[in-house]
């Protein structure tokens, strides 16, 4: 039998699609298993330079963030200015939910933005998200990407303190 030409292209446009959604689903899938039987994980730099067991050597603080559809709590943080944190995410709903934190300029979709690694945080998935506080201090928001109208929170950061003994010249 002979396709139309244009039936074909319908065809072929839905097994590209149908590809691109499974190589996406087993890049997704294949993130968090630790490689089981088959060839060993792949290990990010990141991995290997925190040594991703985590004892928390790498980060001055963990805080720990849980998101559920569609909230996070807690929604505020205090931290100091220079402080390395490492945020412990865990997504306890269905939804796929993300983390996404404003930077040192407070605004989104900027360069300084950070990212909850992975990206997508699937239901009942742990992602992390490390981030430095800037030392002059602020306001800093996040929000989940997905619903930013109700999954949002701040950071406050307490500018860094070297004011105590750090006199240059002593009497
Ligand atoms: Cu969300």
Redesign the pocket.
């Known amino acids: 039998m002979t396709l139309h030409p244009a039936f074909r292209r319908i065809v072929l446009l839905l097994l590209l699609v149908s590809l691109t959604a499974l190589l996406a689903l087993s890049f997704a899938c294949g993130d968090d298993d630790d490689g089981g039987d088959g060839a060993p994980a792949a290990t990010t730099p990141a991995d290997a330079a925190d040594g991703a067991g985590g004892d928390g050597q790498s980060a001055d603080r963990e805080l720990a963030l849980s998101?559920g559809d569609?909230t996070f709590e807690p929604t505020e943080f205090t931290a100091s200015g220079g402080q390395t944190i490492t945020f412990r995410i865990s997504n306890g709903g269905k939804?796929i939910?993300n983390v996404r934190l404003a930077g040192a300029d407070n605004e989104y979709i900027t360069e300084d933005d950070a990212l909850s690694l992975p990206t997508l945080v699937y239901g009942d998935e742990a992602a992390t998200l490390d981030w430095t506080a800037p030392g002059p201090g602020g306001t800093f928001d996040f929000r989940?990407d997905?619903?930013p109208a109700a999954?949002v929170g701040k950071i406050t950061v307490e500018p860094s303190d070297q004011s105590s003994d750090v006199g240059g010249e002593g009497p």
Do not use: E
């Open positions: 998101m569609n939804q939910h989940c997905f619903h999954m």
